[in-house]
Antibody
C-alpha cells in the first residue's frame, strides 16, 4: 500500500525541541524529493522544507530556517524533521509529502501526503 | 514571493451543480499551478498540476484551466464526496505558496 505515516508530534513548551518522522511504504522512497508542509489550526497550508532524493540538498521556508532541519534515511524509508527553538506559531499539523518528480530535481507538486501529526507549542 | 488569492472563500451548491473556483496569482506563474482537495481531518490530495493535467486517479469531472495569473478549477457536476476545501498552489517561484482555500459546502 502506497502511504506515508507521520509520527512524533505532541505538546511541547516554547524553546524546546521535537523530532518528527515519516515512514514511507509502497513506492521507491529513494527516488523522490520529500517535503514537509504544515497547517496551523483552522488555517491554510504552508510549505516548510524539502530534501532531495539523495539527502544532499535541503531548502527551508524563511519562517523555520536556522531552527528546523530536514533529513532522510533511504535505508529505512524514513523522512525526518528536527525542530528546535519551537515557538507558539509553530503549532500546526505537520504533513510529509512526496514530490511528484522522480530523480534529481523538483516538481514542487505534492502527489502523496501523509495524514499528519499535530505539534502543539504551549507553556 | 508570488501570492495566490482564491475566490470565493465559500461556495454553497447542491449535488449535481457545477462548481467554478478561481485562483489569481500576484505575478505570472505561466501554467505552473496545482489544485488540491482537502476533506476534514484528512490530508490534501493532488487533483490538477500544470494548470490542466489531472493527477492519477482523478475523475474527469475535475478540470483546470488558465495561464499567467488567472486560473479556474471546475467541477462539472458535484458528487457528495466533492464537498471539501480546495487549495491552489504555485511552484513557479520561491517559496512554493498555497492560496487561502475555497470551501465548497452543501447548500
Amino acid at each position: 500500500q502506497v502511504q506515508l505515516v507521520e509520527s512524533g508530534g505532541g505538546v511541547v513548551q516554547p524553546g524546546r525541541s521535537l523530532r518528527l518522522s515519516c515512514a514511507a511504504s509502497g513506492f521507491t522512497f529513494s527516488r523522490s524529493a520529500m517535503h514537509w508542509v504544515r497547517q496551523a489550526p483552522g488555517k491554510g497550508l504552508e510549505w516548510v522544507a524539502v530534501v532531495s532524493y539523495d539527502g544532499y540538498n535541503k531548502y527551508y521556508a524563511a519562517s523555520v530556517k536556522g531552527r528546523f532541519t530536514i533529513s532522510r534515511d533511504n535505508s529505512k524509508n524514513t523522512l525526518y524533521l528536527q525542530m528546535n527553538g519551537l515557538r507558539a506559531d509553530d503549532t500546526a499539523v505537520y504533513y510529509c509529502a512526496k514530490d511528484r518528480l522522480e530523480g534529481s530535481g523538483y516538481a514542487w507538486y505534492f502527489d502523496l501526503w501523509g495524514r499528519g501529526t499535530l505539534v502543539t507549542v504551549s507553556s | 514571493e508570488i501570492v495566490l488569492t482564491q475566490s470565493p472563500a465559500t461556495l454553497s451548491l447542491s449535488p449535481g451543480e457545477r462548481a467554478t473556483l478561481s485562483c489569481r496569482a500576484s505575478q505570472s506563474v505561466s501554467t505552473y499551478l496545482a489544485w488540491y482537495q482537502q476533506k476534514p481531518g484528512q490530508a490534501p490530495r493532488l487533483l490538477i498540476y500544470d494548470a490542466s493535467t489531472r493527477a492519477t486517479g482523478i475523475p474527469a469531472r475535475f478540470s483546470g484551466t488558465g495561464s499567467g495569473t488567472d486560473f479556474t478549477l471546475t467541477i462539472s457536476s458535484l458528487e457528495p464526496e466533492d464537498f471539501a476545501v480546495y487549495y491552489c498552489q504555485q511552484p513557479a517561484d520561491w517559496p512554493p505558496f498555497f492560496g487561502g482555500g475555497t470551501k465548497v459546502e452543501i447548500k
